[in-house]
């Protein structure tokens, strides 16, 4: 009688433990480069959004208006780190040029806000907005008025249209704005110099023209979003706000030259 050929007992076990071992290394690997690659489009998101913000500042700065009047032609404020608001005249690019002017009233604001619905957050963290008034309603309304303006003059919080309109980056842990002016050193050499303090009025007593800003600003990934979240809701105790902060948020900073072509 001939006899079938077969595995034994211990070669199946040895085969089934192998198939296991290769699945798992399989596994891991998968896992890291679903990591690398979901944390290098993060990182590119990140970029994106950065490079965003700081090319509208860069245009609409650069092109900045200082008038010779007394009238402010440039003011900024900042509350804290996570609420700052800088408005100025300039002329936007992506303004409506079926309308007669070409100087609009332009305002940056950060607030402690979510993006969509403007309800407050508890994260800490802020939403940027970008408010252009068109050139005619700018001549009309706040030409020479910019100080007096209110704040709902240039973003309606409570309208939902408004908000969207005028949105433009959320997840901000900071934002901060800093001025530099031009000064002769001891050896007459021009040098920049920052001017002191966070809240700036030009034109305003003992202020000098700024020749520069440097912006700087600092985004949360998502990923670190939802980890600040579950610090926040109180579902993680072992996570630190600021180590999230470290290793989930990147900063971004531009120089900009402004120009300040008189009116």
Same mark, same amino acid.
Do not use: C, H
């Given at each position: 009688?001939?006899?079938?050929?077969?595995?034994?007992?211990?070669?199946?076990?040895?085969?089934?433990?192998?198939?296991?071992?290769?699945?798992?290394?399989?596994?891991?690997?998968?896992?890291?480069?679903?990591?690398?690659?979901?944390?290098?489009?993060?990182?590119?998101?990140?970029?994106?959004?950065?490079?965003?913000?700081?090319?509208?500042?860069?245009?609409?700065?650069?092109?900045?208006?200082?008038?010779?009047?007394?009238?402010?032609?440039?003011?900024?404020?900042?509350?804290?780190?996570?609420?700052?608001?800088?408005?100025?005249?300039?002329?936007?690019?992506?303004?409506?040029?079926?309308?007669?002017?070409? *100087?609009? $009233? @332009?305002?940056?604001? &950060?607030?402690?806000?979510?993006?969509?619905?403007?309800?407050?957050?508890? #994260? +800490?963290?802020?939403?940027?907005?970008?408010?252009?008034?068109?050139?005619?309603?700018?001549?009309?309304?706040?030409?020479?008025?910019?100080?007096?303006?209110?704040?709902?003059?240039?973003?309606?919080?409570?309208?939902?249209?408004?908000?969207?309109?005028?949105?433009?980056?959320?997840?901000?842990?900071?934002?901060?704005?800093?001025?530099?002016?031009?000064?002769?050193?001891?050896?007459?050499?021009?040098?920049?110099?920052?001017?002191?303090?966070?809240?700036?009025?030009?034109?305003?007593?003992?202020?000098?023209?700024?020749?520069?800003?440097?912006?700087?600003?600092?985004?949360?990934?998502?990923?670190?979003?939802?980890? *600040?979240? $579950? @610090?926040?809701?109180? &579902?993680?105790?072992?996570?630190?706000?600021?180590?999230?902060?470290?290793? #989930? +948020?990147?900063?971004?900073?531009?120089?900009?030259?402004?120009?300040?072509?008189?009116?």
């Amino acid at each position: 009688m001939k006899k079938t050929a077969g595995f034994t007992l211990i070669e199946v076990l040895f085969a089934s433990v192998m198939m296991t071992i290769v699945a798992g290394i399989v596994l891991y690997l998968s896992s890291t480069i679903l990591n690398s690659w979901q944390g290098a489009t993060e990182k590119l998101t990140l970029d994106s959004e950065a490079q965003i913000v700081l090319d509208y500042m860069a245009q609409d700065l650069e092109g900045a208006f200082f008038g010779n009047r007394e009238e402010a032609w440039l003011i900024s404020n900042k509350v804290s780190e996570n609420s700052l608001w800088l408005r100025f005249f300039t002329p936007a690019m992506d303004r409506d040029r079926t309308n007669p002017g070409d *100087l609009n $009233a @332009v305002s940056y604001r &950060l607030l402690p806000i979510e993006p969509i619905n403007a309800t407050a957050t508890t #994260n +800490g963290l802020s939403s940027l907005y970008r408010t252009v008034i068109e050139a005619e309603k700018t001549f009309e309304d706040f030409q020479g008025k910019l100080e007096s303006a209110a704040e709902s003059d240039f973003l309606d919080t409570s309208d939902a249209q408004s908000i969207g309109w005028s949105f433009l980056l959320g997840n901000i842990v900071s934002m901060d704005v800093k001025y530099f002016v031009r000064n002769l050193s001891n050896n007459g050499e021009l040098e920049l110099e920052q001017m002191v303090g966070p809240n700036l009025r030009f034109p305003g007593e003992g202020v000098e023209k700024p020749a520069m800003a440097e912006i700087s600003i600092t985004i949360l990934s998502t990923e670190g979003t939802r980890r *600040l979240e $579950a @610090v926040v809701e109180g &579902l993680d105790s072992t996570l630190d706000v600021s180590e999230i902060i470290n290793e #989930n +948020g990147r900063t971004f900073s531009r120089q900009i030259i402004l120009l300040g072509r008189p009116l």
